[in-house]
């Protein structure tokens, strides 16, 4: 069975984007694992955040794994722009593309291919492209915005996948992002989850070394 030591991922929507390379650098040096990028078009989810030019402007500041969160509503026509500069490109099941075609080609590139669900969206849509992906990503808020609370009902997506997991049916991380605090992490990662996104938690925190541990449970 694979490694599942907690991974902390640090989601630079929630940086100070005026000092955005001080940011990244920060929260590498606090020990965060992998660098969240939430990627939003305004049509795919209700906000835009930022795009390829600014992915790759935070890459030049930490040499941690880069996980992009594509919310957009066709990630197979700006695929390209993202797989040279990340480690792992997650894309939504209920966005508008062949989701076994691109998460294919996400794995030819040589990253690896993360597939996303909302929280409105039962887990049986994910179920066809088990062995496809390498992260199960579960959104444990609707997504679009930072800062908003963990919606518990997800959880059961959570331990399902665990359950298809434990059965052997593929081997794949469990990626919870959304509301994430030490007290949320702590039920996720009881139900299974092994890759923490937090935006809000650890940008925010006066101490984000301590909070990055603390998440670690
Ligand atoms: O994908 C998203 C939101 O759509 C997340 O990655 C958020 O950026 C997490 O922020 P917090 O809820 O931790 O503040
Ligand atoms: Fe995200």
């Known amino acids: 069975m694979a490694d599942r030591t907690p991974i902390i991922a640090p989601s630079i929507l929630a940086s100070d984007f005026s000092r955005l390379g001080e940011e990244v650098a920060r929260i590498s040096e606090a020990g965060g694992d992998w660098i969240h990028c939430d990627v939003m078009d305004g049509h795919f989810v209700d906000n835009i955040s930022f795009g390829s030019a600014f992915v790759e402007a935070a890459t030049r500041h930490t040499d941690k794994h880069i996980d992009v969160h594509l919310m957009i509503s066709r990630p197979d026509h700006y695929l390209d722009r993202y797989t040279p500069l990340a480690d792992s490109v997650s894309v939504h099941v209920e966005a508008d593309h062949d989701v076994a ?20 969206t039962p887990l049986e849509k994910v179920e066809p492209f088990i062995g496809q992906f390498d992260i199960l990503l579960v959104m444990t808020v609707n997504p679009g915005f930072g800062g908003q609370p963990f919606i518990p009902e997800t959880i059961e997506k959570v331990q399902a996948a665990a359950e298809w997991r434990a059965k052997g049916l593929a081997d794949f991380h469990i990626e919870v992002d959304g509301g994430i605090n030490t007290a949320t992490a702590k039920i996720a990662r009881e139900a299974g989850a092994d890759i923490f996104v937090a935006g809000t938690a650890v940008f925010k925190a006066s101490d984000a070394a301590a909070e990055i541990e603390a998440l670690r449970g």
Not at 101 to 120: D, H, M, N, V
Request: proline letters at 10%; charged letters at 10%; aromatic letters at 0%.
């Open 101 to 120: 075609q691109t998460l294919s080609r996400i794995r030819a590139a040589g990253c690896l291919a993360g597939l996303a669900i909302s929280p409105p």
